[in-house]
């Protein structure tokens, strides 16, 4: 979860804000950063739609390259 880390600091938003507005708590937002925890599917689609970038970009840090 490179991109959700990178994403958070690139807006200035803090881990309780972005933990608070996903409805989860800013220790779960704080594993799933550090790669301690998996997202669900759901949560990381809401995390998309949330920063509005791609579900790529939040695990890898990179947008999709179309070869």
């Known amino acids: 979860m490179i ?8 807006r200035n938003l803090n881990q309780q804000k972005v933990a608070m ?11 799933y950063e550090n ?17 509005n970038v791609s579900i790529n970009y939040l695990i890898t840090g990179k947008e999709f390259e179309k070869k």
Request: net charge positive; proline share 3%; with cysteine.
């Open 21 to 31: 507005d996903l409805n989860i708590s800013r220790e779960c937002l704080s594993y």
């Open 3 to 10: 991109g959700l880390k990178k994403i958070r600091k690139k």
């Open 35 to 51: 790669g301690k925890r998996e997202p669900s599917l759901a949560l990381l689609v809401q995390m998309s739609k949330y920063f």
